[in-house]
């Protein structure tokens, strides 16, 4: 009985403390967002040049240069061949993108690209901007 009563005593504390916790954060996000409408209108978005940048770090730290090298063919095509093979739009970069997630084969011969289901979709966006990036060519609508 008595394990019970300090059981209910501490879910309450528990209780009491999230909720005025809660309320405390919620003061300071006002703050925040004053200071920040102050300072500048509207946060900075990442643009295309920023993207093909992240994606040439994102693949330099993965894998993909065990079997793809940016001018020529080993195991997989050439990115260079990649870019010059697709437009530079907003479809072939998710279509690329899921190639990198799921892999794929077919495409460029028989041999089969290993799927990487550990990159995020974003992630894998930014890679696949890049490598369509290689050719010179700028992303179209
Ligand atoms: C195990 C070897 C291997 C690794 C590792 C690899 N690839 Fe590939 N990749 C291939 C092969 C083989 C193909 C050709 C597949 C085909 O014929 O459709 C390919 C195709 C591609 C294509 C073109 C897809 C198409 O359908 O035209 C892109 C883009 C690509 N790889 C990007 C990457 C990126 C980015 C990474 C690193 C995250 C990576 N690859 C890692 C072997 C690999």
């Known amino acids: 009985m008595k394990k019970l009563f300090v059981l209910i ?10 909720t ?9 996000k006002e703050e925040a967002d004053a200071y920040s409408d102050y300072e500048t209108a509207e946060p900075k978005a990442a643009t295309p040049e920023d993207q093909i940048a992240q994606g040439q770090a994102l693949v330099d730290a993965s894998d993909c240069k065990t079997c ?8 997989g095509p050439s990115h260079t061949d990649v870019a010059k093979k697709y437009e530079f ?7 690329l993108a899921g190639k990198i997630i799921n892999g794929g084969s077919g495409n460029w011969g028989e041999i089969p690209m290993s799927p990487h ?12 901007m ?7 060519e700028k992303p179209k609508d």
Do not use: R, W
């Open 117 to 128: 289901a550990d990159i995020s979709q974003a992630d894998a966006e930014k890679m696949a």
């Open 68 to 75: 793809h090298h940016p001018t020529n063919k080993i195991v």
């Open 9 to 18: 005593a501490l879910v309450g504390i528990a209780g009491f403390s999230l």
């Open 130 to 136: 890049y490598v369509l990036s290689l050719d010179g």
């Open 89 to 95: 739009t907003k479809a072939n970069v998710t279509m």
């Open 20 to 28: 005025s916790c809660g309320s405390k954060k919620e003061e300071k």
